[in-house]
C-alpha cells in the first residue's frame, strides 16, 4: 500500500512538432511505450526520428535511435537532405546510433531465443549519451526474421518493461498492411503498447493525403479523428481546425478596398481583421477589384501578397497595366509579392501551409487570393472546407485585411463556395 503512494502522475512530455502538442493534448506521456504504425511511406521513419531529433535540439534530452531496417548511413544521407545532421549530434555525444540490421544469411532459428544482447546493447548506449528516449524502427524486421510470434511478443514486452523501469520513454514503429484495416501486420505491437499513433497515406480524388490518429493513449486524453499533416524540410506540421479558437481580437480599423464607390457602400471600408469575398462569373471583373486593392495598399505604403492560382505573373501583370496598376513597380519597391502556381501542384494542406509560411515571413497587412474556387478542383468537400476554415482563421488572427475571389455559375449570386462544392 506504500509502493502505491509513492506512485506519481503520468507527466507529458513536449515534442516540439507543430500541432502535435494540440492532437496529444501536451505531448507524449513520459515513461511509457509509443507505437507508431502506417503503411509503406507514410512517414513513420520520419516522425518518430523528429520525436528523438527535437528532444535532443530543443529539449537538450539525449536519446537513441535502433534502426533494425535500414541501414546506418542510409538513415544519415536520408536526414542531411533536409539540414539534419545526425552525424554531428553522433559526434556531440547527445544521439546513438545502433545497428541492429540483421544478418539474413546468419539467422537461424533453433530452440528457444531471448533479446537480452539488444537490451544490453540499448543500455549502454544510454549511458553513453545519459539518453532517456529509445526509438526503434521497425519491430517488424522482427517478425520477419523469426517465426514464433509468443516468443516475439514476450521479447518485445521485456524491452518495454525493462526500459519503462528504467525511467525511459520508447518508441517503436511497425508496418500495417492497409490504410483502414487491422491496426497492425501481426495483430500483436498494438496490445503491448501504452500509445497507438496512426499515420495514413491516403489517395483521394488523385491526390495524396496524409493524416494522422491517436488511437489510444493510456491515462491520458487526446483528440479523437484524423488530422492532416505534411512533411517539409522543416519537419512534420499537423493541421487541426480544433486547434483554432475564436479568440481574436477585433479590429476598428478599416482599410479602404481602391474603389471609392465600394468604400461609401461598406461605410468606410472593410475591417483589418476581416475577409471579402468578391464572387461572381468569369468576365465580372473580380480580379480587377484585387488591382484596385493591391494599389491602394501599395499607395498607403502597406505590404500585401498576392496569391494567383489561375493566371500567370506575365498575365497579371500585364492585365494590370492595362487598368494603369503598374504591379512590376511595387515588386520592386518591396510592397507587393505575387505567387503564382496551380491548385493542382499540391494538396491543400501544403497550400494552406505555403500561405501561413509567406505570410510569416513577408509580414503582410493585406492579401489578395485569386480565386479560392480553383481548389475545388484538388480535393473533396471536407478538405476543400477545412481549407476555407482553416485559411480565414489564420488570416483573421493575423489581422491581415483580405480579399478573396470566387467564381460563380451564376450571373446574379450563387451558393457558397462550400455548399457549392457539395452539389456537384
Not at 242 to 269: A, F, H, P, Y
Amino acid at each position: 500500500m506504500e509502493k502505491h503512494k509513492e506512485l506519481k502522475s503520468l507527466q507529458k512530455i513536449p515534442t516540439g512538432i507543430e500541432g502535435f502538442e494540440h492532437i496529444t493534448h501536451g505531448g507524449l506521456t513520459q515513461n511509457r511505450a509509443t507505437l507508431i504504425v502506417g503503411s509503406s511511406g507514410s512517414g513513420k521513419t520520419f516522425l518518430a526520428y523528429e520525436i528523438l531529433h527535437r528532444s535532443i535540439t530543443q529539449f537538450e534530452t539525449p536519446g537513441v535511435f535502433v534502426t533494425m531496417e535500414e541501414k546506418p548511413d542510409d538513415i544519415i544521407i536520408n536526414f542531411k537532405e533536409i539540414g539534419w545532421h545526425i552525424d554531428q549530434l553522433i559526434d556531440k555525444k547527445q544521439l546513438k546510433l545502433i545497428d541492429a540490421t540483421p544478418d539474413i544469411d546468419s539467422v537461424q532459428e533453433v530452440g528457444e531465443y531471448n533479446l537480452k544482447a539488444l537490451i544490453s546493447r540499448i543500455s549502454h548506449a544510454l549511458k553513453e549519451v545519459n539518453g532517456s528516449i529509445i526509438v526503434i524502427d521497425s519491430i517488424g524486421s522482427l517478425f520477419h526474421q523469426f517465426t514464433k510470434t509468443m516468443i516475439i511478443r514476450n521479447e518485445i514486452s521485456r524491452i518495454i518493461n525493462f526500459f519503462k523501469e528504467q525511467g525511459h520513454t520508447i518508441i517503436f514503429t511497425a508496418e500495417r498492411t492497409s490504410e483502414y484495416g487491422n491496426i497492425s501486420r501481426y495483430g500483436i505491437e498494438e496490445f503491448i503498447s501504452d500509445n497507438v499513433i496512426i499515420l495514413r497515406n491516403i489517395l483521394e480524388d488523385e491526390q495524396v493525403r496524409r493524416t494522422i490518429q491517436i488511437l489510444k493513449m493510456r491515462g491520458k486524453t487526446h483528440q479523437k479523428g484524423e488530422f492532416p499533416f505534411t512533411i517539409t524540410e522543416k519537419g512534420i506540421s499537423i493541421m487541426a481546425l480544433s486547434q483554432r479558437e475564436l479568440k481574436q481580437s477585433s479590429s476598428n480599423v478599416r482599410c479602404s478596398t481602391g474603389n471609392k464607390k465600394l468604400d461609401e457602400i461598406t461605410n468606410g471600408g472593410i475591417f483589418r481583421d476581416s475577409v471579402m469575398l468578391v464572387s461572381g462569373p468569369t468576365g465580372c471583373g473580380k480580379t480587377l477589384m484585387c488591382a484596385t486593392f493591391v494599389k491602394n495598399a501599395c499607395m498607403n505604403n502597406e505590404k500585401i501578397i498576392m496569391f494567383a492560382y489561375e493566371e500567370s505573373r506575365q498575365q497579371l501583370m500585364r492585365n494590370a497595366m492595362s487598368w494603369d496598376v503598374d504591379f512590376e513597380k511595387w515588386v520592386e519597391a518591396g510592397l507587393l509579392k505575387i505567387i503564382c502556381l496551380y491548385p493542382e501542384a499540391m494538396g491543400l494542406e501544403e497550400h494552406l501551409l505555403l500561405v501561413q509560411k509567406e505570410i510569416k515571413n513577408f509580414k503582410p497587412r493585406r492579401l489578395v487570393i485569386d480565386s479560392v474556387s480553383a481548389m475545388e478542383r484538388v480535393a473533396g468537400i471536407r478538405i476543400f472546407r477545412e481549407f476555407i476554415i482553416g485559411l480565414t482563421a489564420f488570416v483573421k488572427q493575423e489581422e491581415v485585411c483580405s480579399l478573396f475571389t470566387c467564381t460563380t455559375p451564376k450571373l446574379a449570386g450563387g451558393d457558397s463556395i462550400t455548399e457549392r462544392r457539395e452539389k456537384k
